[in-house]
């Protein structure tokens, strides 16, 4: 069993993974990776990041970080749940950039959406940080939920008047 990762271990896979790659790229970290980088979780099971880069060769890397950290890492983004919001790229917060690779998180609003989507507790502990912190703006927030939404037909888990609902009451709106 791989240990939790805490902001070290996030930011010496950062680094690790920057030293290695040698082709300029984006990687995204989303999910338990943003709030342990951003501080209101000390640790998360899975360091999950989404790849804009020379895709093998950060791929290639990954098996042997993940042995030498002790940590795990998945491919997973809100667009593995959701539609990919428009501008998502432009609402990305830049971490840092190690080597030729530049870190951020991935588009808080699209995090918060799909967190909001799924209703974990933990997901939803997440979406009060995220508005809590000022990450996104609840006005927004429902005005790209709208935008996607005649297209979350594509993703046939997702029911779209429960979204809806959970966003409102996410938000404190009424139904």
Known sequence: MRELSDERLVREFMRRLGARV???GRVYLTG???????GWRASTV??????EAERDAVLREIPALKEELG??????????????LPGWRDRCLFIVREGRLDFFHYD????????????????????????????VRPVELL?????????LYLYPA??????RRA????LGMSS
């Open 108 to 135: 808080p609003y699209a995090q918060a959406l799909a967190k909001i989507e799924r209703g974990h507790a933990r997901d939803n502990e997440d979406v009060r940080e995220i508005l809590a912190r000022g990450l």
């Open 22 to 24: 040698a082709a300029p």
């Open 71 to 84: 940590i795990n890492v998945e491919l997973a983004s809100p667009s593995d749940f959701l539609p990919e």
């Open 158 to 163: 997702v029911h779209p008047s429960s979204l």
């Open 32 to 38: 338990g990776a943003t709030a342990v980088l951003h």
């Open 167 to 170: 966003l409102r009451e996410t």
């Open 46 to 51: 899975d360091v999950d990041i989404a790849v």
């Open 143 to 151: 005005r790209l939920h709208e935008a996607i939404e005649s297209q």
